[in-house]
C-alpha cells in the first residue's frame, strides 16, 4: 500500500492510500512516522499510527477533563473507556497521567477528606473514598490522620445543627438521633460524647 495524496491542513494531515481516504491525523504523527506522499505503508504500520493518534487524544481529553474535575484513577479510567479507547490506550494512558502527577490518589483522598471532615465521620468518608475506587492502605493512612479533637467538634457541629430543630426529650428521639448521627458516619462512642456534652441523657 502506498500513501497516493498527502494534505496539509493546519496541524493536521489528511491522508490517502491507494487512491482512497485513510485518515486525518496530527501532523506531528505523521512526521514522527515520517510519512509523506509516496511512502510504502502496511497494516502494521497503520496500527501502530492509529494507537500513536489514539494515544495523544485520550491523554488530551484527560488533560481537560481534569482540569474541570478532581477525579480518581478509577474515575478517569472510566471516562476513557466511555470514550471507547481500548484497554492498552487506556492503561498507558493512565500510567502517563500518574507519572506526570496528573492522577493522585492519596492527595485526591486528602482533598475529599478535608473538604467533607467537617460534616461526615470516618465511616462515611470511608464509604465514600472506596465508592471513589481508592485503594484501602490509602484510606487507611488518611483517615488514621485524622485529629481526633477535630473530628469531636465536627460531631458536635453536626449534633448541635441537628438538635436546633428536634427534641430530645424520650428514647425515641435519642434513637433518631442516634440513626442521624450513624449515617454521617460517626461512631457510637462519639455520638455519645456528644451526648454527654449537650446533656442529651442515655438511652434507658
Keep these: 500500500m502506498v500513501?497516493?495524496?498527502f494534505n496539509v491542513s493546519g496541524q493536521n494531515v489528511n491522508i490517502w492510500i491507494d487512491g482512497e481516504f485513510w485518515a486525518e491525523i496530527p501532523y506531528i504523527?505523521?512526521?514522527d512516522f515520517r510519512l509523506h506522499?509516496?511512502?510504502e505503508v502496511d497494516d502494521s504500520l497503520l496500527m501502530d499510527i492509529e494507537t500513536k493518534v489514539a494515544l495523544e487524544k485520550a491523554f488530551e481529553y484527560s488533560i481537560k477533563y481534569l482540569a474541570r474535575y478532581a477525579v480518581s484513577v478509577k474515575k478517569m479510567r472510566q471516562k476513557l473507556y466511555e470514550k471507547e479507547y481500548t484497554k492498552q490506550v487506556v492503561d498507558n494512558t493512565i500510567q502517563k497521567l500518574i507519572e506526570y502527577k496528573y492522577l493522585d490518589d492519596f492527595a485526591f483522598?486528602?482533598?475529599?477528606v478535608a473538604r467533607k471532615s467537617g460534616?461526615?465521620?470516618k465511616h462515611r468518608l470511608k464509604a465514600e473514598l472506596i465508592n471513589k475506587g481508592i485503594a484501602s492502605d490509602i484510606i487507611e493512612q488518611v483517615l488514621e490522620s485524622l485529629d481526633k479533637d477535630d473530628m469531636f467538634e465536627s460531631a458536635m457541629a453536626v449534633a448541635n445543627k441537628w438538635y436546633r430543630s428536634h427534641s430530645l426529650e424520650s428514647l425515641e428521639d435519642n434513637q433518631k438521633f442516634l440513626r442521624f448521627m450513624a449515617y454521617?458516619?460517626?461512631d457510637y462512642d462519639l455520638i455519645n460524647r456528644c451526648r454527654e456534652v449537650l446533656k442529651f441523657g442515655k438511652d434507658e
Excluded at 109 to 112: F, M, S, V
Design 37 to 39: 506522499k509516496g511512502s
Design 184 to 186: 454521617r458516619g460517626f
Design 109 to 112: 483522598a486528602e482533598n475529599l
Design 119 to 121: 460534616k461526615l465521620g
Design 3 to 5: 500513501i497516493t495524496q
Design 29 to 31: 504523527i505523521a512526521f
